[in-house]
């Protein structure tokens, strides 16, 4: 088992940067991949970046390609995912999520999810 907890979220002005963190609970976090989604009321949750468990491989979806950014600091046990020139439409809640045997762009990848972080991003 292991616990997810995400933080960094706000309200937040459109353009500039943001950090989201996702500290998790096992020591052996190294060993999992981790992915961060998002969702707006009413539509589906869906896949934002994800990293492997080296922090060798990243996956971005087309909507935030060369905007965010998904890193990972083993010793510390946690995920980053900065957000830079921020828009109106990322406003979401953003989750992570973790699995210790796989990775990929979709929810049923992942085994263990963190409760969510609010972000609002004004025009």
């Known amino acids: 088992q292991v616990q997810l907890v995400e933080s960094g979220g706000g309200l937040v002005q459109a353009g500039g940067s943001l950090r989201l963190s996702c500290a998790a609970s096992k020591r052996t976090f190294s060993g999992f991949a981790v992915g961060w989604f998002r969702q707006v009321p009413g539509k589906e949750r869906d896949f934002v970046a994800a990293i492997s468990w080296n922090g060798e491989s990243t996956s971005y979806a087309d909507s935030v390609k060369g905007r965010f950014t998904i890193s990972r600091d083993n010793a510390k046990n946690t995920v980053y995912l900065e957000m830079n020139s921020r828009k109106p439409e990322d406003t979401a809640v953003y989750y992570c999520?973790?699995?210790?045997?796989?990775?990929?762009?979709?929810?049923?990848?992942?085994?263990?999810w963190g409760q969510g972080t609010q972000v609002t991003v004004s025009s």
């Open positions: 999520a973790a699995d210790s045997s796989k990775w990929g762009r979709t929810i049923a990848t992942y085994d263990y």
